[in-house]
């Protein structure tokens, strides 16, 4: 696992979009996995910037979804389905057609999910995942205590993570008790894996990640199985990390021509 200690946000973002878009100069028709929360808007506005303003081509690149709430209606705003239409697939000047997502309105939602495992295997697998992590350390919305060889399911969430998400909805009882989610085991087929936490809020969960045993108790320590993981944190959310001095000077020595 790489940990890159980036000094706010805004370099977190650019530092990934430049990988993304490495990766779609080399695969152009990369699949790539995004994330919702607050945590990885900067990535996509990076990456959307370098579309516009720069030769990269991401016409041919495809777009897949980590997670969706189940039960709310077809085209509510905070469905992560909208979301990802909104904050990553319009404004890279893509359209549906280039998207994949678990459907979180189907009425058999086991099928839904087994569908949508297979879905993404018969796409080729997908090339780069974006994470973000919840205070509780889940990734997706594998909650603590989710099998970490778990493929697409339905989960329940915790108050915390309720709690947390109440701010994209009117009010606590809004927001969705059950989810679809990647499962750690289909989280871990993907070919990179990168994890971006900014805050003071996230510090315990990625140290917990990072430093912690592996532990179905801190989902996002499955990262530490991965051969290709990257976690980017900024100087807030990586305050917890005892060996932060040893990162710092691994990563300053890293060739310039190495990207994460
Ligand atoms: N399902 C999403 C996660 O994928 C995301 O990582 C987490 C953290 O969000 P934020 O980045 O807003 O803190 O929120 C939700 O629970």
């Known amino acids: 696992m790489e940990i890159v200690i980036v000094p706010d946000a805004a370099a977190g973002g650019e530092l990934i979009a430049a990988a993304i878009a490495d990766l779609l100069t080399r695969k152009p028709d990369a699949l790539l996995g995004v994330a ?21 081509d991401v016409t041919r690149a495809r777009i897949c979804q980590l997670d969706e709430y ?12 909208s979301v990802v239409l909104r904050e ?15 459907d979180g309105s189907a009425e058999d939602i086991a099928a839904a999910c087994l569908a949508y495992d297979r879905a993404l295997a018969e796409a080729g ?34 108050q915390q993570t309720r709690v947390d998400n109440a701010r994209f909805f009117n009010n606590l009882d809004e927001v969705p008790h059950h989810v679809i989610t990647q499962g750690i085991g289909t989280i871990l087929d993907a070919r990179h894996l990168v994890l971006l936490a900014t805050g003071e809020a996230k510090a315990d969960a990625v140290a917990a ?35 932060a001095d040893y990162f710092r000077a691994t990563y300053a020595a890293k060739p310039d021509w190495q990207l994460i």
């Open 70 to 81: 189940v039960g709310l209606p077809q085209g509510h705003p905070e469905s992560y389905r």
């Open 209 to 243: 990640t990072v430093e912690g045993p592996l532990s179905a108790l801190v989902p996002a320590s499955a990262l530490q199985l991965h051969p290709h993981a990257t976690v980017v944190v900024d100087e807030a959310a990586a305050s917890g990390l005892k060996l």
């Open 88 to 102: 990553v697939v319009e404004p890279l000047g893509l359209t549906e057609s280039s998207f994949m997502g678990p």
């Open 36 to 56: 919702t929360g607050s945590t990885p808007l900067p990535i996509y506005q990076a990456l959307a910037a370098r579309a516009r303003d720069t030769a990269l």
């Open 125 to 158: 697998g997908v090339d780069l995942q974006l994470l973000g992590i919840g205070t509780d350390g889940h990734i997706g919305f594998n909650e603590p205590c989710s099998s970490l060889a778990s493929r697409t399911r339905i989960k329940t969430l915790t």
